[in-house]
Nanobody, 123 residues
Framework: QVQLVESGGGLVQAGGSLRLSCAVS????????MVWYRQVPAKQRELVAE???????KYADSVKGRFTISRDNAKSTVYLQMNSLKPEDTAVYYC?????????????????WGQGTQVTVSS
């Protein structure tokens, strides 16, 4: 059974740092491109950072130079190191594979998403 568990969020002052983790089970993690997203209420989910199965990375312009995505295939975990945090980084952060992991419920296929982890940056 596919499972994504995000952790590491919290409340931090502007300029501070957090490290998010996302543990993946039930999938062949090492072969997956992995993505961190974030979402605030009433707005669309935003892609923050992506890491390919081979380790190449991409970042949203808003986080370049401040965030670093990495992965540990032995632990089936993807990380997001967030430095120099700003109040506008406040959001719920989610991870997923690209394309998204799927689950089957009552014969129907859905995208699977974890519960996310809340990051709040105070000014």
């Amino acid at each position: 059974q596919v499972q994504l568990v995000e952790s590491g969020g919290g409340l931090v002052q502007a300029g501070g740092s957090l490290r998010l983790s996302c543990a993946v089970s039930g999938s062949i993690f090492s072969k997956k491109d992995m993505v961190w997203y974030r979402q605030v209420p009433a707005k669309q989910r935003e892609l923050v950072a992506e890491i390919s199965s081979s380790g190449s990375t991409k970042y949203a312009d808003s986080v370049k130079g401040r965030f670093t995505i990495s992965r540990d295939n032995a632990k089936s975990t993807v990380y997001l190191q967030m430095n120099s945090l700003k109040p506008e980084d406040t959001a719920v952060y989610y991870c997923n594979a690209e394309p998204a992991l799927l689950k089957v419920v009552d014969g129907r296929v859905y995208e699977y998403w974890g519960q996310g982890t809340q990051v709040t940056v105070s000014s």
